[in-house]
């Protein structure tokens, strides 16, 4: 019997097919490489690296303001100094850029509680501060809100139960956490109204499960890191001196 060509490829891919075995992944087996301080210096390459270390030291350690006592995220239930400070610098900042490209004021800041990463100490507050603080690349935006999404953002904030810094708004919950009041600039909420609600760029897209930006009027981007929000504000104030008021309060029964 011959066998023609077509015919020999064939029986030769079905037996090549036969003998071919199923392998399957069985186990993974990794080396745990610890990073510590233990590796020997290499004086070549830190004699290069040193000039450059100072100066950035230096920079980093140059005094921008003086802080009147020691501040931290942890210091209220519903508003903090730190957080209010926080949000007062970003409008105050960015409400002239804002009205300048716009002829509108910023209605409303709102950014999150975590973002806030080092507390402030009391004495001298140096741009170390700022990137402490704020050591993200988070941008401010700004977004055009009607007045259904803000009663979102404020029932966000009131199941948040967090002292996410605010400015242009005043909330009032019983002590169950029942909505009392909720003004913006000390007016009812109107829900024919647009609000220019500013926020960085993190909390624009989600983050925290802030999904009440979107859909949106519109939306402006100021090319403005909020870390550079601190550093110009620090910089322009001798002392700060922020407070827990009441932005965010809870009634006591």
């Known amino acids: 019997m011959k066998l023609t060509h077509l015919t020999f490829l064939f029986l030769l891919t079905t037996i090549l097919a036969c003998k071919q075995e199923n392998k399957q992944l069985t186990r993974i087996e990794g080396k745990l490489l610890p990073i510590t301080d233990s590796l ?36 209220g239930e519903l508003n903090t100094a730190i ?57 401010l935006v700004v977004a055009a809100l009607n007045g259904k999404q803000v009663k979102q953002l404020v029932d966000y904030l009131v199941r948040a139960k967090r002292a996410h ?16 009041e909720a003004l913006v600039n000390n007016q009812p909420i109107d829900t024919t109204k647009t609000y220019y609600v500013a926020t960085n760029d993190y909390l624009y897209n989600g983050g925290d499960h802030m999904t009440f930006f979107k859909p949106n009027d519109s939306l402006y981007v100021l090319d403005y890191k909020i870390r550079n929000v601190l550093l110009d504000y620090f910089y322009k104030k001798d002392t700060i001196n922020p407070s827990i008021d009441d932005r965010f309060i809870k009634l006591q029964e």
């Open 40 to 75: 020997e210096l290499n004086k070549t390459i830190d004699s290069v690296i040193a000039p450059y270390r100072t100066h950035v030291n230096k920079d980093l350690d140059s005094v921008l303001a003086y802080a009147m006592d020691t501040y931290s995220k942890s210091d």
């Open 165 to 180: 810094p605010i400015f242009g708004l005043k909330l009032t919950v019983d002590a169950d956490y029942n909505l009392k």
């Open 83 to 139: 957080g209010n400070l926080f949000a007062d610098a970003i409008f105050e900042q960015a409400n002239p850029i804002f009205k300048s490209r716009t002829s509108k004021d910023i209605d409303i800041v709102l950014v999150n509680h975590g973002g806030i990463r080092a507390i402030i100490s009391k004495g001298n507050v140096t741009k170390r501060t700022a990137y402490s603080i704020m050591p993200f690349e988070n941008s």
